[in-house]
């Protein structure tokens, strides 16, 4: 019986052990990652195990000296570009070779090659708006400029060059976690990370649900509900600027436009996504020089989307942050100019109903013909299962999303429309990395304006200041000529009038320059007052930040980086002032027992500061967005519909220009409800939903609880973010922080004949969670501090600053 359970026991220790290196399903093979040779336990890092070190690396021409500061930020010295890319690629590698990896394989559609059949319909969804056909086609563009190419080609081999050197002990712990191993890196990797970014800020589209509201509601009641122009407004361009170019002739609505059939909506992006920017002019600021800020409200990772690095060879010398993935510096600032840039949600993103011929798909209806129908096969390989071969339909417009009910995903990508072909400016050759490479060398205003010749998407408002003290601003990238509300509703595929008509010349996309004002700022809101002659959309983003910024701006004289960092983390509502006192009119006290005459109390006497530990921020946000969805949820709020809600600008004008307005009426209930009816019930359920969820009124209800701020890990595997923390701020407030979603990166730049840069993200330079480099940064952050930026001149500059070395020599 012994020499049974012996065998028995030996049986289960060896089963188990296979067991653990094999993967089930989604299940990483556990063996492996809790490996003491070759597992986890090689990540972990402290604070003090980095040391100088030399070297040998393929590809490199000359030596390079890499210095690492106090936060482990890289200040790459080369002697030649050639160089200063590759190990620009080698150095990010180190630091963030999976966020490379798994943001490039986002972006093509290739999640399921390592996370199995779940990640199938993202992948599905990213072949199918064109991710990669737009990536292809930019490539083979920026390969044409000689020194592009060689920007793309050496930091790939950079990346490849770390790679190459790895083994799997050395391998980052997501690569452990999920078991697999990286790929080599290829050119086309650099661009596809661009098209991510173009993703989040220029994908996505209201064309479907608003076509839905005109069929149900007619043209008049549509346009008076979703406006092309705000009712209140702080435009980019400062208003009544003058034009000095003869506008190109616009091209005329087609016959159908305003007559396409009912489809699904498409993905909406969440408020908060946006980002502020600002310049002074050193008329206003204590030293006589430009003072620049800028803040990109973007997801909240850990790791960062940003990666700090200064750049150093020959002709340029660079300060900032790039994308890893992709070479040059993003944001940032040299010894002559700065720049910083927010999204300008242009129109560059239109769908088209298609008429197919018959059920083949093979030919489609457009200029009184038919025309051929492009068929390309996406092969997605799938982790334990066969691949997938997803044929997917082109048009002359672009990929047609999905051909047929049966084809459409039941997932949150099913408002993809079907039988609709997508017309998107990411689709087109471009050279955006040729922008950085020239805005990284730039001396002056001309190189400025110069570089943004050669920006197509997604569109960016572009600050700058130079310390020749010149300011301004450009809403910039490649826009095309559109007829009016182009793009509001869905468009006719069968009909050229619907094409992109051509492209506004880039000379006279809106520009500021030096204005009397002194100052210029985005905010995402509109990019001109009505007076610009094209079209750039028909909505922009709410117009509280772009005022908030502005009235502080105005008032600022011997402004300095502190007035400029305070600024950044203002927590004043803006919204709260526009609407607070019109809605306390109209409750009536009389009908409040003593606790909500509690919170009455402290509404009146609430500052408008969306603050941490703010109660009046949480009863009166809660109280807006209940009244909100109280105003517009029953003709507006069916998801069977497929609606939008008018915007919150909209409603604001209802509240205090149309008190008498039928919209105030639930059409759901037997009576007829007023203004004052919608008011005093969304506060009485105001309260009654903070009671429930925080308990009586006291500190649970502090603002910094009810509003929920998080940083996720990229992947939102557990433990590897931080999680919830307490903060102030929302997204109509300058400090924009809501959900995951928040400031990503915040600087400050100050011009002058010594250039000094300030700045910080949520994170820290290392992807590793076992770094003390991953999250080192994320207090000073929260805490609303920027660090100073070190900006050397030469590879032995403050070298007193200077924690470690790396010198990188060819092989």
């Not at 549509?222 to 009712?231: E, I, S």
């Not at 600050?463 to 468009?491: C, H, M, V, W």
Request: aromatic fraction near 12%; glycine fraction near 8%.
């Amino acid at each position: 019986m012994k020499y049974f359970k012996a065998v028995l026991f030996v049986a289960l220790t060896l089963g188990l052990i296979w067991a653990l290196q094999h993967k089930f399903g989604s299940t990483p093979p556990v063996g492996n990652f809790l490996n003491p040779a070759n597992g986890f336990w090689q990540n972990a890092e402290s604070k003090h195990t980095l040391k100088s070190e030399v070297l040998k690396i393929d590809g490199l021409q000359e030596p390079v000296t890499i210095r690492f500061d106090s936060n482990m930020v890289p200040h790459i010295f080369a002697k030649n570009d050639h160089d200063l890319y590759l190990a620009q690629g080698y150095i990010t590698a180190r630091d963030r070779l999976w966020q490379m990896d798994i943001q490039t394989r986002q972006a093509s559609g290739r999640l399921s090659e390592v996370v199995g059949p779940g990640a199938l319909e993202v992948d599905r969804y990213h072949r199918r708006i064109g991710m990669v056909f737009g990536a292809e086609n930019s490539l083979r563009m920026a390969m044409k400029d000689p020194k592009i190419s060689l920007v793309i080609n050496a930091y790939s081999e950079g990346v490849n060059s770390y790679i190459h050197q790895l083994s799997p002990r050395d391998y980052p712990i997501e690569f452990k976690l999920l078991d697999y191993a990286p790929e080599d890196f290829k050119p086309i990797n650099c661009i596809l990370l661009l098209k991510l970014m173009a993703e989040t800020l220029s994908a996505g589209s209201d064309a479907a649900p608003m076509t839905n509201i005109l069929n149900r509601f007619g043209a008049s009641v549509t346009n008076d509900l979703f406006p092309d122009y705000p009712f209140h407004e702080d435009p980019i361009i400062p208003a009544d600027t003058k034009w000095d170019f003869k506008p190109q002739a616009l091209p005329k609505p087609s016959k159908h436009f305003l007559a396409q059939q009912s489809i699904m909506p498409t993905p909406q992006k969440p408020e908060g996504i946006g980002s502020n920017n600002w310049v002074i002019a050193g008329s206003k600021t204590a030293s006589g020089y430009p003072l620049l800020a800028n803040d990109p409200h973007l997801n909240l990772t850990f790791p960062s989307i940003w990666y700090q690095i200064q750049l150093n060879a020959p002709g340029v010398n660079v300060n900032g942050v790039s994308i890893p993935g992709s070479p040059c510096v993003i944001i940032g600032y040299n010894n002559n100019i700065s720049w910083g840039v927010t999204n300008v949600d242009a129109d560059v993103y239109d769908w088209y109903q298609i008429k197919f011929k018959d059920a083949s798909k093979n030919e489609y209806w457009y200029n009184n013909q038919w025309n051929k129908v492009k068929k390309r096969i996406e092969v997605i390989n799938i982790r334990g299962q066969q691949p997938l071969n997803d044929t997917v339909l082109y048009t002359h417009h672009g990929p047609v999303s999905y051909e047929d009910a049966a084809k459409k995903p039941k997932d949150s990508y099913a408002g993809m429309p079907i039988g609709s072909a997508l017309r998107w400016i990411a689709h087109d050759e471009s050279d955006e990395l040729n922008t950085f490479y020239l805005l990284n060398r730039g001396k002056n205003y001309d190189d400025y304006r110069e570089a943004l010749k050669y920006y197509g998407s997604p569109a960016q408002n572009f600050i700058f200041a130079s310390s020749e003290k010149d300011i301004a601003l450009t809403p910039n990238g490649r826009y095309p000529l559109k007829y009016k509300d182009q793009g509001k509703f869905i468009l006719d595929g069968t009909d050229p009038a619907d094409d992109w008509q051509g492209w506004i010349a880039p000379e006279q996309n809106p520009t500021a320059k030096n204005p009397a004002q002194g100052y210029l700022s985005s905010a995402n809101q509109s990019s001109t007052d009505p007076k610009y002659p094209y079209y750039i959309n028909w909505h922009f983003g709410p117009y509280e930040r772009g005022k908030r910024i502005n009235t502080r701006l105005a008032a600022m004289q011997k402004a300095t980086v502190d007035s400029m960092r305070t600024l950044q983390t203002d927590n004043y509502s803006i919204l709260a002032q526009d609407v607070l006192a019109e809605m306390l009119k109209y409750i009536d006290t009389t009908k409040l027992d003593a606790d909500q005459n509690h919170v009455l109390d402290i509404l009146k006497h609430w500052d408008k500061q969306c603050n941490a530990n703010s109660i009046g921020a949480s009863i009166f946000n809660t109280w807006w967005n209940n009244f909100y969805q109280m105003v517009w949820n029953d003709e507006f709020g069916n998801p069977n519909d497929h609606f939008i809600m008018p915007n919150r600008d909209r409603t604001e004008k209802l509240l205090l220009k149309e008190p008498g307005s039928k919209w105030f009426n639930n059409t759901s209930t037997p009576v007829v409800e007023t203004c004052s009816d919608i008011i005093n019930q969304s506060l009485a359920k105001t309260i009654g939903q903070l009671t429930h969820q925080y308990g009586k009124l006291g500190k649970n209800w502090e603002w910094g609880n009810v509003k929920e701020t998080y940083i996720n890990h990229l992947a939102n595997i557990p433990g590897m973010g931080l999680g919830k923390f307490k903060a102030g701020g929302t997204g109509s407030t300058v400090n924009a922080l809501i959900d995951g979603h928040g400031p990503s990166w915040r600087m400050v730049v100050q011009m002058g004949p010594q250039v000094k840069g300030y700045g910080v993200f949520p994170g820290g330079e290392s992807g590793n969670p076992g770094s003390f480099y991953y999250s080192n940064m994320f207090d000073t952050w929260n805490n609303g501090k920027l660090n100073e930026l070190l900006f050397m001149q030469s590879a032995n500059d403050q070298a007193n600053k200077i924690k470690t070395t790396l010198t990188l020599t060819s092989k």
